[in-house]
């Protein structure tokens, strides 16, 4: 089934789309949904479950809810004016910004860490009542992944989704071959075909700008911004120092033939950074994985695309490939940690990276589909096991590391024979059967993995 780039490149508020992006996005809902009702509002009750009860103060999720109950949008909202404090000193919330009720973070959040519900372990409840204690709205809500959300009443619909109104649906990697093959086009083509019946050429083009751009700000950034990240570890950044150190490397004229890797190391490290600092970010295809793309496109743009693209080009057909790869993990699988495990997330990213670099290189479909192959078969059964709740260790590496194993993946898939044994369908059936048999301790609860081993 096709998903826009919108909903796989969607911008939202750091450092995780399921935790923060999918909370803040219910929240406005909820907001909205009081509607004329709204000033008589004189309580709002907010209720975790499962991983989100878990792992939501260390995910910024309580932060992200509050977002939603001002009635703040994550790509309008100005994170310089401390919201955060302000309700925390004055302990009262404009509601949607325009109802003020009563607030405290440590009683209105109520984190049901024993309690799981059934359609998915991302959950939360919103309960607004009036001055006479009776409720006006109650709402259940899941975010199932990649800053999606549902409500309760439409979870079974999760897997009817209504498709949207595009030339070309397709929910396996052979259909959109077929696809391809039969009217002569390519993925990139069938992508932006089905964006331009959605909206404009120029909306689609300049959107695909927007989200490149704030990917390499993210970079530019996170190179440059010293300092400890937010949360219990005090773990310090990383990425100024590897900047400094390449640039001297690089002065020094230093003779090292894995110098191209160190740059991609620096670049996914200070996307990653800047999403652990609960920076403005873009989800590719998750928050959790959201340093993975940024670092290869910047690895095309300096070292390696065709002279027959211009930048812009490049970055249509990467963005296109990606989303539609991503399509078929979101029709058949997950990208939801919570649910298959962190395979999900940085598995994803680094199979719709390599795939996509492999695109812009000008690899042919079936060096597309081996390289995105490629990048997931090597992240089957990678658990989500974050430390103290918190998108740092071992997520950040994780993304260092997965956007080599991208390019490498399109490496070894340009190189080859043009043969291969696995298909990519193949692959996100594995990888969703994987992710679902996993110990449920291995899905961003932080009760196993490290989060249980390290000590921080």
């Not at 699988?333 to 719709?352: L, R, W």
Request: aromatic share 8%.
């Amino acid at each position: 089934m096709y998903y826009s780039l919108a909903e796989i490149f969607a911008i939202g508020i750091g450092p995780s789309s399921s935790h923060t992006v999918g909370p803040m996005k219910a929240a406005n809902r909820f907001v909205r949904n009081l509607s004329t009702n709204i000033n008589k509002i004189s309580k709002v009750d907010v209720y975790l479950y499962g991983s989100l009860a878990l792992t939501g103060i260390g995910h910024g999720t309580l932060n992200a809810i509050v977002y939603g109950l001002l009635g703040f949008e994550a790509d309008k909202i100005d994170l310089t004016q401390n919201y955060i404090e302000k309700i925390i000193n004055q302990r009262e919330l404009l509601l949607d910004g325009k109802q003020s009720i009563p607030f405290d973070m440590d009683k209105n959040f109520i984190l049901e860490k024993n309690t799981f519900l059934k359609e998915h372990s991302n959950g939360m409840k919103f309960v607004a009542y009036n001055s006479s204690d009776e409720i006006v709205l109650e709402e259940t809500y899941f975010s199932i992944g990649g800053g999606t959300i549902a409500r309760i009443d439409e979870m079974s619909q999760k897997n009817e989704r209504k498709p949207l109104d595009v030339p070309y649906q397709f929910s396996s990697f052979q259909e959109l071959r077929e696809i391809c093959e039969t009217n002569n086009m390519t993925i990139r083509d069938v992508v932006l075909a089905n964006e331009y019946s959605i909206q404009s050429k120029e909306e689609t083009i300049s959107y695909i700008r927007k989200i490149v751009e704030i990917m390499q700000d993210n970079i530019d950034k996170g190179v440059k911004t010293d300092g400890v990240l937010p949360g219990s570890i005090k773990l310090q950044r990383k990425a100024p120092s590897m900047y400094r150190n390449l640039q001297q490397r690089f002065e020094n004229n230093v003779d090292d033939a894995l110098y191209i890797l160190d740059w991609v190391n620096l670049w996914a490290f200070a996307v990653a950074e800047e999403n652990a600092a609960g920076g403005k970010i873009i989800t590719a295809p998750t928050m959790g994985s959201a340093g993975i793309i940024p670092a290869v496109i910047r690895y095309y743009q300096r070292f390696a695309h065709k002279k027959a693209y211009n930048d812009l080009e490049a970055d249509i057909t990467f963005i296109t490939t990606a989303a539609a790869i991503c399509c078929l993990y979101r029709s058949n699988a997950s990208i939801s940690g919570a649910e298959v495990g962190c395979q999900g997330e940085v598995g994803v990213a680094c199979s719709m990276a390599a795939g996509a670099l492999t695109a812009v290189i000008g690899g042919n479909i079936n060096q597309i589909e081996n390289a995105a192959e490629i990048g997931m078969e090597h992240n089957l059964g990678l658990t989500c096991d974050p430390i103290k709740g918190l998108v740092q260790i071992p997520c950040i590496e994780r993304n260092a590391m997965a956007a080599i194993k991208a390019v490498n993946a399109s490496r070894l898939s340009v190189r080859g024979t043009g043969q291969y044994k696995v298909s990519l369908d193949s692959i996100i059936k594995t990888m969703y059967e994987t992710g679902i048999q996993l110990n449920s301790d291995y899905k961003e609860t932080s009760l196993g993995g490290l989060a249980k081993n390290v000590v921080c």
